[in-house]
Protein backbone atom coordinates (compact mmCIF):
# COMPACT_ATOMS: atom_id res chain seq x y z
CA UNK A 1 0.00 0.00 0.00
CA UNK A 2 2.60 2.17 1.01
CA UNK A 3 5.11 1.87 -2.52
CA UNK A 4 1.04 2.61 -4.39
CA UNK A 5 0.82 5.92 -2.42
CA UNK A 6 4.79 7.05 -3.15
CA UNK A 7 4.31 5.83 -6.54
CA UNK A 8 0.85 7.88 -6.98
CA UNK A 9 3.32 10.74 -5.25
CA UNK A 10 5.60 10.46 -8.09
CA UNK A 11 3.51 9.92 -11.07
CA UNK A 12 1.84 13.00 -9.87
CA UNK A 13 4.78 15.07 -9.37
CA UNK A 14 6.03 13.96 -13.14
CA UNK A 15 2.63 15.20 -14.50
CA UNK A 16 2.82 18.41 -12.85
CA UNK A 17 5.72 19.22 -14.57
CA UNK A 18 4.79 18.57 -17.53
CA UNK A 19 1.42 20.28 -17.37
CA UNK A 20 4.33 23.25 -16.62
CA UNK A 21 6.34 22.37 -19.58
CA UNK A 22 3.37 22.36 -21.82
CA UNK A 23 1.95 25.36 -20.93
CA UNK A 24 5.03 27.43 -20.30
CA UNK A 25 4.26 29.59 -23.28
CA UNK A 26 0.50 29.74 -22.82
CA UNK A 27 -2.05 31.60 -20.68
CA UNK A 28 -2.46 29.40 -17.96
CA UNK A 29 0.27 27.42 -16.40
CA UNK A 30 0.63 24.77 -13.11
CA UNK A 31 3.86 24.96 -11.33
CA UNK A 32 5.50 23.22 -8.87
CA UNK A 33 9.35 23.64 -9.88
CA UNK A 34 11.16 26.11 -7.04
CA UNK A 35 14.26 27.06 -9.32
CA UNK A 36 11.87 27.85 -12.11
CA UNK A 37 9.96 30.49 -10.20
CA UNK A 38 13.16 33.30 -10.04
CA UNK A 39 14.33 32.71 -13.80
CA UNK A 40 10.31 32.73 -15.11
CA UNK A 41 8.98 36.03 -12.47
CA UNK A 42 12.21 38.87 -13.48
CA UNK A 43 11.08 39.36 -17.15
CA UNK A 44 7.66 40.05 -15.62
CA UNK A 45 8.71 42.57 -13.31
CA UNK A 46 11.15 43.80 -15.64
CA UNK A 47 8.49 43.98 -18.57
CA UNK A 48 5.40 45.18 -16.55
CA UNK A 49 4.29 49.05 -15.92
CA UNK A 50 2.65 47.94 -13.02
CA UNK A 51 0.97 47.45 -10.33
CA UNK A 52 3.40 44.73 -8.32
CA UNK A 53 1.86 43.72 -5.88
CA UNK A 54 3.45 40.75 -3.51
CA UNK A 55 1.26 39.15 -0.96
CA UNK A 56 4.11 36.71 0.51
CA UNK A 57 6.46 35.78 3.53
CA UNK A 58 9.60 37.45 1.81
CA UNK A 59 10.67 34.15 1.14
CA UNK A 60 14.60 35.10 1.61
CA UNK A 61 15.28 33.04 -1.84
CA UNK A 62 13.27 35.13 -3.76
CA UNK A 63 13.42 38.67 -1.84
CA UNK A 64 17.40 38.05 -1.37
CA UNK A 65 18.06 37.27 -4.69
CA UNK A 66 20.29 40.27 -6.53
CA UNK A 67 18.60 39.73 -9.96
CA UNK A 68 14.69 40.10 -8.35
CA UNK A 69 15.94 43.25 -6.31
CA UNK A 70 17.55 44.69 -9.48
CA UNK A 71 13.90 44.40 -11.52
CA UNK A 72 12.04 45.70 -8.60
CA UNK A 73 14.80 48.40 -8.42
CA UNK A 74 14.51 49.23 -11.70
CA UNK A 75 10.29 48.90 -11.82
CA UNK A 76 10.40 51.40 -9.35
CA UNK A 77 12.43 53.80 -11.02
CA UNK A 78 10.04 53.27 -14.42
CA UNK A 79 7.29 54.62 -11.47
CA UNK A 80 5.54 51.68 -11.54
CA UNK A 81 4.17 51.02 -7.75
CA UNK A 82 5.17 48.34 -5.58
CA UNK A 83 3.07 47.48 -2.48
CA UNK A 84 3.46 44.13 -0.31
CA UNK A 85 1.15 42.39 2.27
CA UNK A 86 3.43 39.96 4.35
CA UNK A 87 3.52 37.83 7.62
CA UNK A 88 7.04 38.17 7.57
CA UNK A 89 9.25 40.98 8.27
CA UNK A 90 10.73 42.93 5.84
CA UNK A 91 14.51 42.14 4.76
CA UNK A 92 16.65 45.45 5.26
CA UNK A 93 16.68 46.73 1.80
CA UNK A 94 12.70 46.62 1.63
CA UNK A 95 12.61 48.41 5.06
CA UNK A 96 14.49 51.13 3.33
CA UNK A 97 12.48 51.46 0.39
CA UNK A 98 9.32 51.93 2.75
CA UNK A 99 11.28 54.24 5.03
CA UNK A 100 11.67 56.21 1.82
CA UNK A 101 8.18 56.06 0.60
CA UNK A 102 9.10 54.02 -2.54
CA UNK A 103 7.24 50.67 -1.88
CA UNK A 104 4.60 50.23 0.90
CA UNK A 105 4.73 47.41 2.94
CA UNK A 106 1.24 45.87 5.06
CA UNK A 107 2.11 43.42 7.79
CA UNK A 108 -1.05 40.62 8.62
CA UNK A 109 -1.07 38.12 10.51
CA UNK A 110 -1.83 35.23 8.34
CA UNK A 111 -2.49 35.16 4.29
CA UNK A 112 -4.98 32.31 3.11
CA UNK A 113 -2.60 32.02 -0.74
CA UNK A 114 0.56 33.63 -1.55
CA UNK A 115 -0.05 35.73 -5.05
CA UNK A 116 2.18 38.24 -7.24
CA UNK A 117 0.08 40.51 -9.42
CA UNK A 118 3.03 41.67 -12.51
CA UNK A 119 0.73 43.92 -14.22
CA UNK A 120 -1.23 41.87 -16.13
CA UNK A 121 -0.06 38.33 -14.74
CA UNK A 122 -0.92 36.62 -11.99
CA UNK A 123 0.80 34.26 -10.05
CA UNK A 124 -0.85 32.40 -6.94
CA UNK A 125 0.95 29.66 -4.45
CA UNK A 126 -0.05 27.52 -2.09
CA UNK A 127 0.46 28.72 1.33
CA UNK A 128 4.05 27.86 2.36
CA UNK A 129 4.92 30.07 5.28
CA UNK A 130 7.38 28.53 6.72
CA UNK A 131 9.53 27.23 4.24
CA UNK A 132 10.89 27.96 0.92
CA UNK A 133 8.36 27.24 -1.76
CA UNK A 134 8.84 23.99 -3.49
CA UNK A 135 9.67 22.27 -0.51
CA UNK A 136 6.47 20.16 0.35
CA UNK A 137 4.92 17.74 -2.61
CA UNK A 138 1.56 19.83 -2.02
CA UNK A 139 3.21 23.54 -3.25
CA UNK A 140 1.65 24.66 -6.50
CA UNK A 141 1.80 27.59 -7.91
CA UNK A 142 -0.79 29.02 -10.82
CA UNK A 143 0.83 31.12 -13.46
CA UNK A 144 -2.26 33.35 -15.67
CA UNK A 145 -0.66 35.62 -18.46
CA UNK A 146 -1.35 38.17 -19.81
CA UNK A 147 -5.39 38.72 -18.39
CA UNK A 148 -6.25 41.92 -17.16
CA UNK A 149 -9.82 40.44 -15.97
CA UNK A 150 -8.09 38.25 -13.90
CA UNK A 151 -5.31 40.70 -12.67
CA UNK A 152 -8.16 43.20 -11.74
CA UNK A 153 -9.45 40.56 -9.61
CA UNK A 154 -6.63 39.84 -7.70
CA UNK A 155 -5.86 43.57 -7.27
CA UNK A 156 -9.13 43.70 -5.60
CA UNK A 157 -8.05 40.66 -3.32
CA UNK A 158 -4.89 42.57 -2.37
CA UNK A 159 -6.82 45.68 -1.37
CA UNK A 160 -8.91 43.73 0.43
CA UNK A 161 -6.23 42.46 2.43
CA UNK A 162 -4.89 45.52 3.56
CA UNK A 163 -8.28 47.01 4.79
CA UNK A 164 -8.76 43.88 6.81
CA UNK A 165 -5.16 44.54 8.14
Same mark, same amino acid.
Given at each position: ????????? =?????????????????? =????????????????? =????????????????????????????? &??? $??????? =????????????????????????? /??????????? /? /????? /??????? #???????????? $??????? &?????? #????? $???
Amino acid at each position: MAIAFAMAG =IIGAVLSCLVAWMFRDHT =IALDRNAERKIPELIPL =IRKTSGPLLFASDFEPAFYNNPDVVEAIE &AAM $KRGVEVR =IVSEADAPPWYQEQEESGRMEITRV /TRLPYHMMVLG /T /TVRVE /TPHHDRP #FGRDPKDVGLII $KDMPETA &ATYHQV #FDAWI $KAS
